[in-house]
């Protein structure tokens, strides 16, 4: 296909979602500083990235939008991380446990930890997310039911978890296990077309970084700042349900949460983000 018509194709399509004219504009630079300490909201991408320097999706959000990030006492998604240390410290389940019972003060047990998931799980076999490393020890550490998608404080206790990494830049072992071909997997998915819109993730935040969707200003898409609070839904959202909105965007049929897919895209998407400081939870449109 000669390169215009891809270009017609895609504006199509854009316009279908909304797109306001093929409007671009630099992302901001500033530096995003979070009480008192300074996020690494650019780096130089990784080998064999498709961009030479991989950027927050905080440069491309309002002025209004970046403020609120800066200060924890501003950023409305800080109640729900209050909410989630206080999920930390209940007890619950038959063991009569909680999650402080073994991991003592998450300041210090869950220092870091955040910014280096997905992990490999040598028993079940496949990657493991924080998510699902919460109702591993729900199930097998303390006798309660795994949480449902999204539910049950899920979302309150991963960014509570992800917070104690704030700062922290991303980085993901891909030699643990079969990690690497899950990263093959992801990235097929990334640049595979779906749906009647026929695009890819790679359409919008490698081809189309940069412009302007509706109000929406287009980033890479990142997800170094997650779970994170949107001013939309006014709660926090979680990277499986951003993946599901993004994917039903282009009309296509959404994988389940937590399917192989899924986390295939979270393995090659987490890669994609390295070198990026930990912003959860970051305050999005
Ligand atoms: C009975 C003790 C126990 C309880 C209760 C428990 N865990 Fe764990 N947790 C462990 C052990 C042991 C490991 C390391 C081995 C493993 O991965 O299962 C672990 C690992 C983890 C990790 C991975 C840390 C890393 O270095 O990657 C996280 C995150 C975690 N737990 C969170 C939680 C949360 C959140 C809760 C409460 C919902 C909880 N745990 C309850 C024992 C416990
Ligand atoms: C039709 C265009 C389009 C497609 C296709 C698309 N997205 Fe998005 N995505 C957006 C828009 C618009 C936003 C909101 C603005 C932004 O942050 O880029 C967004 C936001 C995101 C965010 C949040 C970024 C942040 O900083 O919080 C992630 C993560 C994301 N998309 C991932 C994906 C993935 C993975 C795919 C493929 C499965 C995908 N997107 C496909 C348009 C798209």
């Not at 991963?158 to 917070?163: D, P, V």
């Not at 700062?167 to 993901?172: D, K, L, Q, Y």
């Not at 026929?198 to 935040?205: E, F, K, R, T, Y």
Request: charged fraction near 25%; hydrophobic fraction near 35%.
């Amino acid at each position: 296909m000669k390169k215009t018509v891809v270009i017609s194709a895609l504006a199509a399509a854009l316009a279908c979602v909304g797109v306001a004219g093929p409007a671009w504009a630099d992302p901001v630079d500033e530096q995003l500083v979070i009480d008192g300490e300074t996020m690494i909201t650019r780096a130089k991408a990784p080998e064999g990235h498709p961009f030479d320097e991989v950027l927050s999706g905080w440069l491309f959000r309002t002025v209004e939008t970046r403020a609120l990030e800066t200060d924890s006492f501003t950023n409305p998604g800080m109640l729900e991380v209050e909410e989630g240390e206080a999920i930390w410290n209940k007890v619950e389940g038959s063991a009569g446990k909680s999650c402080a019972s073994c991991h003592g003060d998450a300041a210090e047990s869950m220092k870091g930890i955040g910014a280096h998931y997905p992990k490999w799980d040598a028993e079940a076999k496949r990657p493991i997310n924080i998510e699902l490393q919460i109702n591993k020890c729900r199930e097998q550490n303390m006798g309660a039911e795994p949480y449902d998608f999204d539910k049950g404080g899920q979302k309150q206790l991963t960014a509570y978890i992800k917070r104690q990494a704030l700062g922290e830049p991303v980085s993901i072992d891909l030699s643990q296990g079969d990690l690497q071909s899950w990263w093959e997997k992801g990235k097929d998915l990334y640049y595979t077309r779906t749906g009647q819109l026929n695009l890819s993730c790679a359409s919008c935040h490698e081809a189309n970084m940069g412009k302007m969707i509706r109000a929406d200003h287009l980033s890479q898409g990142q997800i170094n700042g997650f779970p994170t609070y949107r001013l939309k839904n006014a709660g926090l959202v979680s990277v499986h349900n951003r993946f599901r909105g993004c994917i039903r965007d282009t009309r296509a049929s959404f994988p389940k949460a937590f399917s192989d897919e899924l986390m295939a895209l979270e393995v090659y998407v987490t890669w994609r983000g390295s070198g990026l400081s930990v912003e959860t939870p970051a305050v999005r449109q």
